[in-house]
C-alpha cells in the first residue's frame, strides 16, 4: 500500500494559496482514488509535515512507498517532476519530512508554480519576502484551471507507481 501525503498548511486562509499545491492535488486525486493509495490528511503547517508523516511512516523500509506531493517554485507552472531519493531542494516541508524519517529514499511529486515570462523563462520571485508572499498568495482562477491539467497527470503518475513503478511514472508524466 502507497501512502500519499499533500503539503501545506492547515486553515481556510491558505486553502487556495500557492503553498498548498500539494493538498489541492490529494483533495483532487481522492475524487478518483487509484487502488492501492492510502490518502493521508497533515493537521501540521508545512515546516512541521514531519511529525505528521511520521505517525503513518514508521519505518525507513515504509518510507520507499510514500507519495509527497508538494509545491515547487522551481518549476514553471503546468509542469510536474516525478522523482526519488533527492534532497529538499530548499523546500521546508520536505525537510522536515527527511529529518522526521532519518531517509531521502520516498517519491515526490513536484508540481510547479512558478510564472514564466512570454519567452518561456521562468519568473520566479527574488528575496524571502517576495517568496513568502507570492507561495502564500492564492491562485488565480486561470492558474487554477492550469493546476487541474497538472492534478489529471499526477493522478496517472500515482497510478503508474503503484502498478508499473517508478520509472514508467517519470518517463510518461514528468514534464
Not at 80 to 96: A, Q
Request: aromatic share 6%; glycine share 12%.
Amino acid at each position: 500500500m502507497h501512502i500519499l501525503v499533500g503539503l501545506g498548511n492547515p486553515g481556510d486562509e491558505y486553502t487556495h494559496t500557492r503553498h498548498n499545491t500539494g493538498r489541492l492535488a490529494v483533495e483532487f486525486l481522492e475524487k478518483n482514488p487509484a487502488e492501492g493509495v492510502k490518502f493521508v490528511h497533515l493537521d501540521t503547517f508545512m515546516n512541521k509535515s514531519g511529525s505528521g508523516v511520521a505517525k503513518v511512516v514508521k519505518s525507513k523500509k515504509a518510507a520507499e512507498k510514500l507519495i509527497v506531493i508538494y509545491d515547487d517554485l522551481d518549476l514553471p507552472l503546468g509542469t510536474m517532476r516525478v522523482s526519488y531519493d533527492r534532497g529538499s531542494g530548499g523546500h521546508k516541508g520536505i525537510e522536515s519530512i527527511i529529518k522526521a524519517l532519518g531517509t531521502t529514499a520516498f517519491i515526490r511529486i513536484r508540481i510547479g508554480i512558478s510564472p514564466v515570462t512570454p519567452g518561456g523563462k521562468l519568473k520566479k520571485p527574488k528575496g524571502e519576502k517576495d517568496v513568502e508572499k507570492f507561495i502564500l498568495g492564492e491562485f488565480k482562477a486561470s492558474e487554477t484551471e492550469i493546476l487541474k491539467k497538472v492534478f489529471m497527470r499526477a493522478g496517472t503518475a500515482v497510478e503508474y507507481l503503484v502498478t508499473e513503478g517508478l520509472q514508467k511514472a517519470m518517463t510518461e508524466c514528468n514534464g
